[in-house]
């Protein structure tokens, strides 16, 4: 229990929670430093209220911030199994934790573990926010966008009065009296407010709508997803059922599940027509049907794993770089990946496996990402004797249906991306 604590106050020595705690100590020192001269608490009643909520808002901001890193999303066990066998075909199998995926749970590659009901992870934190801290990370952005209003007032009031300090020189009242570093820390704070203000609001904004239709980043992907996948099965004469998202329980009892939950962030509060499995069924269909779009491909050049390849691969790969974080792999000639997101220059998938290999994988030895982007010039697609074509009905039942290519031979489609 120890260890688990202190590897917990480890997460605090990370460049994201020490890059805000230095802005937070600059900006508080330099609102202090000048509310001092500009609004004395000593000088009546409402200045010592104003000094006070100074006090406050920072105290209560650090302790939600440091609660969210400290308590920590909340991770499902490893090995975790469902309490009846017969459930387990309804569940996602993780590798990593050698267990099932509970419902709204997702496996965090930075943390190496499955977290229950995650939103994302957040590098500000070194943690992921999920289904134990989210209201401690909403806390933190609340009490931190006040602070922020409160010294962006102090601060450029006193700037203001810095500036035109001559005015009240003929009126004989001088408050603010600026030297060179209170000047440069004062236009260096308000800028940080300023920028640190805006990422704030678009994350709660993001918060908001989370709680408030009490479906997180992830999910509402998934229903994107679940309303695509309708629309083109539909078109295809192959319809499937409406998908209901399950945990959406009306705007008042979102907001209470969120701060007062009543789930044990494994079993969670459905609305009517919808079970625990509603949301994992539609799930596993798209994992079906995102494996019956697989492609296959051959590397015939050596992929670094490098995030800017201007080298290897050349200008264009470098700056038509994927939007997203996922990692980049390493692949040497001859090896297999099953492709599953192509772009123009880059591809994305997962990299198959020698049995070395997997054996290795078994025993959390084997080292590298196995799974990310690559350059597209890199490899070249490889197509079977065979093409199935997999139709994914709504309960996540496969049906195949082969199509034989009389006297086809084995085929291979090079898509080469021209260096710069």
Known sequence: MFCDWLFELRRFLH???????????????TTVYLNEMWWPPQESFYAAINFVSIVFLNLITLYHFGMSIVVGPGLLPKHWR??????????QYCKVCEGYK????????????????????CPWINNCIGWANQANFFYFLFFFMLGSIQSAVIIGSSFYDGIYRRAYLQQGDIRVIFTLRSAVACVYSLGVIVGVFLATLKLMQMQIKTIMWNCNEIECWIVKKAEFRR??????????PTFDYPYDLGVWRNILEFFNPSSDGINWPVRPGSDQYTMTREQLAQKLEKRARTRTYKCVAPATGYWLPILSQGLMVTVCLPCAD??????????????????DYWLYG???????????QKKHQLKGHIRGWFPRCCAVESLDDEEVDLTVGDTGQVHEQKK???????????????HN
Request: glycine letters at 8%.
């Open 15 to 29: 460049w994201g929670p020490v890059i805000v705690f230095s802005l937070m100590a600059g900006v508080t020192g």
């Open 82 to 91: 469902p309490n009846y066998p017969e459930e387990e075909q309804f569940l």
């Open 102 to 121: 509970a419902p709204r749970a997702h496996h965090c590659r930075r943390c190496n573990r499955c977290v229950l009901r995650m939103d994302h992870h």
């Open 231 to 240: 629309y083109m099965n539909g078109s295809n004469g192959r319809p499937i």
């Open 326 to 343: 996922d990692p980049r792999i390493v692949l040497k000639i001859g090896d297999l990946v099953h492709v599953t997101r192509i772009q």
């Open 350 to 360: 997962e990299r198959v496996l020698s049995k070395k290999e997997q054996k290795l």
């Open 404 to 418: 034989t290519q009389v006297g086809s031979k084995a085929k291979k489609r090079c898509r080469k991306c021209c």
